[in-house]
């Protein structure tokens, strides 16, 4: 609440109070009365046994103990999370155990998560020690001989147990629902709404959401098929589409580099004033830029899945690591190169298993991924792994060996300096002009790719090459709306001096568009088999992305959202907060079913596996 004041200083008290003591509170005392559930039975059952043994006690006391560790830990994490994301913590932060060492380093530099660490130690011990206290008594075998009949022992524990259950339901109405992440959304200020959700409440409720079924999965696929204009036959891959050019294929290269957190908010381009991406603006200038481009969730496995292969989110899956995709094959824009020759290889700058990225990639259409093991060992390392211009350095001497082979190659990038709680580097000739440590990292992500740029230009391969810049996502730095656009609005930049007339593009799009852009722009005849189009020759009615189990989708006024059962409409051009649904029913409507069609299309073609080659 405390860190947060701007997104709340314009309400009233009356909606800060009721966050508090009424949603805040239901919320508390239904995850506690879920944490007593089990002492209570065992102490009440021995209570009424007259029963003087200490394993009831004992069983109770560290029950209780072991999952007031687990609440006080998410609690902490839920601070730094929601700072992060805008939303309260989920299953998606156990993704972080995937990478323990890394996680554990992250931990400790990272400022925001070593103070929740910090507090997580503190108020453990301090439970600890509160609950032995209380506990202690209980063993006393006084206690159960004391000479109530069991008549009112009984009685004593009924409207216990009435409570108990009550709490539990967040209820006091037995034909209401029990309590769901609806209940807390009470006003119009998307924070407030928030506020009151318990950080275990949230984690364990974001477990129901893996299922993405808002309609007949055969009405999804229709859907999705009309507006992409498909009228192909192909039963078994319904999305499938040829896709042929006039004029004849150019063999260009292809380097695509994926920038950690490039909100568009961070460039001159979208009215930041201070500085941070004076090389990434110049080169937008030059460029064919699409200003209206979206990321498809706020993950950096949802922006590195879809910009590839051209399949959206599907709720808070990992979008390559979870069971319905990882074994899959995708026939997405490193395969549909490589069939035509090219090479192909991903840069990353730390563990390949981050996200799975090692297990996947290569199996989806790279000859190889680099990963901070193959990085030279004198290159300074952080938490992250190699800083971006060892990236760049090391990109730089394997294209060159591609290049040498004759055959056009493709090269994908993955960065990481502009991540929240990243480090300038100290031993570079690079100093920022701003002190702040959120502007700071985007100085140097910025440096470290124009260096890149200019030793590309000396080669004799630059002339012939498309470089394609786009961000895996945003942050969140606006925070007017429950889904922040500032998180998913990123530039996409397809920089091919010569090649590719500069101008700028005002469709909207999404990462899932750029295979078919970019395959569209080297003319290359192949299926495209993808919900993904090409931006330079047609468009879309919305552009649509996820943040987790959140819906949304974006047209040139209006941006629709959709928190649980929740859908707000506001007018996003004037940062406007009201719900303007129930005067456009209609497009909220349009935008909904555009929504939920596409991304349920794309949770039935990957768990019916037709995403693969036709």
Same mark, same amino acid.
């Given at each position: 609440?405390?860190?947060?004041?701007?997104?709340?200083?314009?309400?009233?008290?009356?909606?800060?109070?009721?966050?508090?003591?009424?949603?805040?509170?239901?919320?508390?005392?239904?995850?506690?009365?879920?944490?007593?559930?089990?002492?209570?039975?065992?102490?009440?059952?021995?209570?009424?046994?007259? /029963?003087?043994?200490?394993?009831?006690?004992?069983?109770?006391?560290?029950?209780?103990?072991?999952?007031?560790?687990?609440?006080?830990?998410?609690?902490?994490?839920?601070?730094?999370?929601?700072?992060?994301?805008?939303?309260?913590?989920?299953?998606?932060?156990?993704?972080?155990?995937?990478?323990?060492?890394?996680?554990? &380093?992250?931990?400790?530099?990272?400022?925001?998560?070593?103070?929740?660490?910090?507090?997580?130690?503190?108020?453990?011990?301090?439970?600890? &020690?509160?609950?032995?206290? !209380?506990?202690?008594?209980?063993?006393?075998?006084?206690?159960?001989?004391?000479?109530?009949?069991?008549?009112?022992?009984?009685?004593?524990?009924?409207?216990?147990?009435?409570?108990? !259950?009550?709490?539990?339901?967040?209820?006091?109405?037995?034909?209401?629902?029990?309590?769901?992440?609806?209940?807390?959304?009470?006003?119009?200020?998307?924070?407030?709404?928030?506020?009151?959700?318990?950080?275990?409440?949230?984690?364990?409720?974001?477990?129901?959401?893996?299922?993405?079924?808002?309609?007949?999965?055969?009405?999804?696929?229709?859907?999705?098929?009309?507006?992409?204009?498909?009228?192909?036959?192909?039963?078994?891959?319904?999305?499938?589409?040829?896709?042929?050019?006039?004029?004849?294929?150019?063999?260009?290269?292809?380097?695509?580099?994926?920038?950690?957190?490039?909100?568009?908010?961070?460039?001159?381009?979208?009215?930041?004033?201070?500085?941070?991406?004076?090389?990434?603006?110049?080169?937008?200038?030059?460029?064919?830029?699409?200003?209206?481009?979206?990321?498809?969730?706020?993950?950096?496995?949802?922006?590195?899945?879809?910009?590839?292969?051209?399949?959206?989110?599907?709720?808070?899956?990992?979008?390559?690591?979870?069971? /319905?995709? /990882?074994?899959?094959?995708?026939?997405?824009?490193?395969?549909?190169? &490589?069939?035509?020759?090219?090479?192909?290889?991903?840069?990353?700058?730390?563990?390949?298993?981050?996200?799975?990225?090692?297990?996947?990639?290569?199996?989806?259409?790279?000859?190889?991924?680099?990963?901070?093991?193959?990085?030279?060992?004198?290159?300074?390392?952080?938490?992250?792994?190699?800083?971006?211009?060892?990236?760049?350095?090391?990109?730089?001497?394997?294209?060159?060996?591609?290049?040498? $082979?004759?055959?056009?190659?493709?090269?994908?990038?993955?960065?990481?300096? /502009?991540?929240?709680?990243?480090?300038?580097?100290?031993?570079?000739?690079? &100093?920022?002009?701003?002190?702040?440590?959120?502007?700071?990292?985007?100085?140097?992500?910025?440096?470290?790719?124009?260096?890149?740029?200019?030793?590309?230009?000396?080669?004799?391969?630059?002339?012939?090459?498309?470089?394609?810049? $786009?961000?895996?996502?945003?942050?969140?730095?606006?925070?007017?709306?429950?889904?922040?656009?500032?998180?998913?609005?990123?530039?996409?930049?397809?920089?091919?001096?010569?090649?590719?007339?500069?101008?700028?593009?005002?469709?909207?799009?999404?990462?899932?568009?750029?295979?078919?852009?970019?395959?569209?722009?080297?003319?290359?005849?192949?299926?495209?088999?993808?919900?993904?189009?090409?931006?330079?020759?047609?468009?879309?009615?919305?552009?649509?992305?996820?943040?987790?189990?959140?819906?949304?989708?974006?047209?040139?006024?209006?941006?629709?959202?959709?928190?649980?059962?929740?859908?707000?409409?506001?007018?996003?051009?004037?940062?406007?907060?009201?719900?303007?649904?129930?005067?456009?029913?209609?497009?909220?409507?349009?935008?909904?079913?555009?929504?939920?069609?596409?991304?349920?299309?794309?949770?039935?073609?990957?768990?019916?596996?037709?995403?693969?080659?036709?």
């Amino acid at each position: 609440f405390a860190l947060n004041a701007p997104l709340w200083k314009s309400a009233s008290g009356g909606d800060i109070a009721r966050a508090f003591l009424d949603r805040g509170l239901l919320f508390d005392l239904y995850v506690h009365c879920m944490l007593l559930a089990v002492p209570t039975f065992l102490l009440g059952g021995a209570w009424l046994a007259r /029963s003087s043994a200490r394993w009831p006690v004992i069983a109770a006391r560290w029950w209780y103990t072991a999952l007031f560790i687990v609440l006080v830990a998410f609690s902490c994490m839920d601070i730094p999370f929601f700072t992060q994301f805008n939303f309260r913590i989920t299953r998606a932060a156990l993704t972080w155990l995937d990478t323990p060492w890394q996680s554990i &380093k992250e931990i400790f530099t990272t400022p925001g998560y070593f103070i929740a660490f910090v507090g997580i130690v503190v108020l453990v011990w301090s439970g600890m &020690k509160m609950l032995g206290r !209380f506990f202690r008594p209980l063993m006393d075998p006084a206690i159960a001989q004391t000479p109530q009949r069991a008549s009112l022992r009984a009685a004593g524990i009924v409207p216990v147990l009435l409570l108990l !259950f009550v709490g539990m339901r967040g209820d006091w109405d037995p034909d209401d629902t029990p309590l769901t992440i609806e209940d807390a959304y009470f006003g119009e200020n998307p924070f407030l709404n928030q506020l009151g959700i318990n950080a275990v409440f949230s984690l364990i409720d974001s477990f129901n959401d893996a299922e993405v079924r808002f309609m007949d999965d055969a009405d999804a696929v229709a859907n999705a098929r009309t507006l992409l204009g498909i009228t192909s036959n192909d039963v078994a891959h319904p999305f499938a589409r040829e896709v042929r050019f006039d004029s004849t294929a150019h063999r260009w290269n292809v380097v695509l580099i994926i920038v950690e957190s490039l909100s568009a908010e961070r460039m001159a381009h979208f009215g930041n004033t201070n500085a941070l991406t004076p090389f990434l603006d110049q080169v937008a200038d030059r460029s064919l830029f699409f200003d209206r481009f979206f990321s498809s969730g706020v993950h950096t496995h949802n922006g590195v899945f879809s910009t590839l292969y051209g399949w959206p989110t599907v709720g808070d899956r990992p979008s390559m690591a979870h069971a /319905s995709v /990882s074994s899959l094959r995708f026939h997405g824009l490193p395969q549909v190169l &490589k069939a035509n020759g090219y090479n192909t290889m991903f840069f990353y700058v730390g563990e390949k298993k981050f996200d799975n990225m090692g297990g996947f990639l290569p199996n989806n259409g790279f000859d190889a991924m680099i990963g901070e093991v193959d990085y030279d060992i004198a290159w300074k390392r952080t938490s992250w792994g190699v800083p971006d211009h060892a990236l760049y350095a090391e990109g730089l001497q394997r294209i060159d060996a591609m290049a040498a $082979t004759g055959a056009p190659f493709f090269a994908a990038f993955m960065t990481i300096a /502009s991540h929240a709680g990243y480090n300038v580097p100290t031993d570079i000739p690079f &100093k920022p002009t701003s002190s702040k440590s959120d502007e700071d990292i985007y100085q140097y992500m910025d440096w470290a790719m124009s260096r890149f740029f200019a030793d590309a230009a000396t080669k004799p391969w630059f002339k012939n090459t498309l470089f394609v810049i $786009t961000g895996d996502h945003g942050q969140a730095f606006d925070r007017t709306y429950e889904v922040p656009l500032s998180y998913h609005h990123i530039p996409l930049i397809v920089f091919a001096p010569g090649l590719v007339a500069p101008r700028t593009d005002h469709r909207l799009g999404g990462q899932i568009d750029v295979p078919e852009t970019v395959l569209g722009l080297l003319n290359l005849p192949h299926v495209n088999n993808t919900l993904g189009i090409d931006l330079t020759r047609q468009q879309r009615p919305f552009a649509f992305f996820s943040a987790d189990s959140k819906l949304a989708a974006i047209d040139r006024d209006f941006f629709w959202t959709r928190v649980g059962e929740r859908e707000q409409l506001y007018h996003w051009t004037d940062h406007d907060p009201q719900d303007h649904r129930a005067a456009h029913t209609a497009l909220a409507d349009s935008m909904r079913s555009y929504t939920e069609s596409m991304t349920q299309a794309a949770r039935w073609a990957i768990e019916e596996k037709v995403v693969g080659e036709r």
